[in-house]
């Protein structure tokens, strides 16, 4: 699914329930939000859509395969900064999230408060 | 005959009128089923429940609760699975619907379809609670419930926390039921959150007027020591060797019966069978005398036994102890008493054909209501449960006399528990009562050195009649004489014992035989 906004949030993820979570998270926060369920769903944005309705990304690499370290690197050429979302703590995806473009990497579960944070300092990083 | 803290049209155990109604022998012989005596006596102690007390909906937890809970508190119900929460706390909320209050069940683990399946197979209808359901459907379990991006504490405390809210404020219930409160520990965040928001939420609910019950399931990784502190009152459901069992640990603002109880959980649904605490009974009653109907024994006796004593009938099997005992029946029904003879080894019918066949009329008795012979399966029954049954006749039938045929049968019954602390509690209470209590005493020996009982209980009896077999001239004879008695003095001789088609006969006292105890007696100067 593909919701199109003037500027928002992408949430990227294959876990619906934890897209429908993060959506409702988000617009609490008062932001518009566009949802990427599947990785065709992001590639049709990624590659299709311009310019991304989205200033920003959260990216849940779980369940998605290498591929999703290019949708990053492509997003990042878009500027659209990218917070990888890590099943755990992991070296390897640090290495990997920050070698293709990601601005922060954060493990589940998300602490709500840090999280809001993290997204307000994203969304108004150009003001 | 409504149940103990059960639906009255619930399918329990049979009630005595039906049994009448379906039974030929039960109708013909007033035979009544323990747990049918027990039910009866339930009833009989729901209504003398305290009305500041909130009944638990099961009789004898009540009786250890000394008239049940206080209103609103809150209470902790905890055991490990299948110790019978759930079914305890239905029959709760049940109690509750019986009286006309809003009650409310909060399921956080069981759905609601579950649980009333539950608990029509236990018989009892669940119509009037109402149900809120907080257990995870069976979508949770795809990927379309499950999730992981934030802790359940951050996602389902609030929401959780809003229905509950919403609920009690719109029914007011009088009394909670939630199942278990464990639950609810992984929706904070920390020991401390968790403690905090359990506080929080009992006094919401106590403040609403509340009675709450709460459970939890603690296991070795995830203790429930916390919730005991916070709670003002812990129910504790357990196993034991004997079976399922009910103690109280904490109760504020009230004395309890300590120590572990006897607990069933059957079709009927919680049955506890409070341990018997003897000093807690008690009536005015003067010690008569109690003749035998047999003008020798009364000799030996110097009168017979009084009430409010503990009689042993002490021998080796078939000497004629329960003959005996039948006799002193016999002789209070002639003055309209009723004697109780509660059979652990043998079979009524065959009792009944015994003492018929020796002029005991048993049959117009058993008619009359002056006798009641129980059938005790020892094995089916623990002492608390046996317990209850002694009591239902003696405070609900007004029993007089009480027999229990035997002390090995009995000893069977405790299945490895102690015999002497429970026949001490269960013949005090009964000298208390005013009944004159007889035991069948089965010793091994059928001849040779004498001994009174095979047990150390010897101390119980107030008094002692011993019967033994004798080897005189090649022919197997019997004698009886007394060894002990209380109250009054008594004939220190022993004469001959006969059990026959006119009835039992006593003889004259061997006053010419020596070394009667030994078994193998002599005469001493010329034979008679």
Known sequence: MISIANSGVLIVGQNLRNQVLLEEFVRKLGYEVVRADTMSELKTMVHRTYPLPARFALVDITGFDHTIWELCGRLNEVDVPVLVISPRQSDEVQQLSYSHGAQKVMEKPLVMKVLADTIHGFMHSDE | ?528
């Open chain 2, 1 to 528: 005959m409504a149940n103990l803290g059960r639906k009255p049209d619930s399918k329990g155990p049979q009630s005595y009128e039906s049994i009448s109604l379906t039974s030929n022998i039960y109708k013909t012989y007033n035979f009544l089923t323990p747990h049918c005596l027990y039910h009866r006596l339930g009833e009989h102690l729901m209504e003398h429940i305290a009305t500041e007390r909130l009944s638990t909906g099961v009789s004898g937890l009540d009786t250890i609760l000394q008239g049940g809970l206080l209103p609103g508190r809150s209470y902790l119900l905890r055991g490990g699975p299948g110790t019978g929460k759930t079914t305890l706390g239905m029959q709760f909320l049940m109690a509750g619907v019986r009286l006309g209050e809003s009650v409310l069940f909060i399921s956080l683990e069981e759905s609601e379809k579950s649980l009333r399946q539950n608990a029509e197979t236990i018989g009892s209808d669940v119509k009037g609670i109402e149900f809120l359901d907080m257990s995870p459907d069976s979508d949770y379990f795809t990927q379309v419930q499950s999730y992981d991006i934030f802790s359940p504490s951050e996602v389902e405390r609030e929401p959780v926390a809003n229905t509950i809210t919403e609920v009690v404020s719109r029914l007011n219930p009088i009394r909670v039921f939630l199942d278990p409160l464990t639950q609810l520990r992984y929706l904070s965040n920390d020991n401390f959150q968790f403690r905090k928001q359990v506080l929080s939420f009992l006094r919401f609910l106590t403040q609403k007027g509340a009675t709450v019950v709460v459970t939890t399931e603690a296991s070795a990784g995830s203790g429930d020591d916390d919730i005991q502190f916070m709670t003002d009152g812990i129910i504790n459901l357990g196993f034991n060797d004997q079976g399922r069992s009910v103690a109280i640990s904490k109760f504020r603002g009230s004395g309890f019966q300590g120590r572990s109880h006897t607990m069933t959980l059957d079709r009927g649904g919680v049955s506890v069978f409070p341990r018997l605490a003897p000093d807690s009974y008690g009536i005015d009653f003067s010690f008569d005398v109690l003749s035998s109907g047999l003008s020798e024994l009364d000799s030996l006796l110097h009168g017979g036994i009084e009430r409010g004593t503990v009689t042993f009938l002490s021998g080796p099997t078939g000497v004629g102890k329960t003959s005996l005992g039948c006799k002193f029946m016999q002789s209070a029904a002639s003055r309209g008493e009723r004697s109780v003879l509660f059979a652990l080894e043998e079979e009524p019918g065959i009792m009944i054909e015994r003492c018929e066949a020796i002029g005991i009329a048993a049959k117009a008795m058993i008619e009359a209501g002056t006798l009641n012979i129980i059938k005790i399966e020892p094995l089916k029954y623990s002492p608390d449960e046996f317990a209850q049954i002694v009591r239902h006749e003696v405070e609900t039938n007004h029993t007089r006399i009480v027999m229990i045929d035997s002390v090995s049968g009995y000893r069977l019954s405790m299945q490895g528990q102690d015999l002497v602390r429970h026949l001490h509690s269960l013949t005090k209470y009964l000298q208390n009562m005013g009944v004159a209590v007889i035991l069948a005493v089965e010793t091994s020996q059928l001849t040779g050195d004498f001994r009174v009982t095979d047990y150390d209980i010897s101390y119980l009896a107030d008094n002692l009649i011993f019967l033994r077999y004798l080897e005189i001239d090649g022919l197997l004879r019997k004698a009886i004489g007394v060894l002990k008695k209380r109250l009054t003095d008594f004939e220190k001789t022993l004469r001959e014992f006969k059990i026959t088609e006119t009835g039992i006969v006593i003889g004259q006292p061997l006053a010419n035989l020596r070394g009667i105890l030994t078994g193998t007696p002599r005469w001493k100067g010329p034979e008679k």
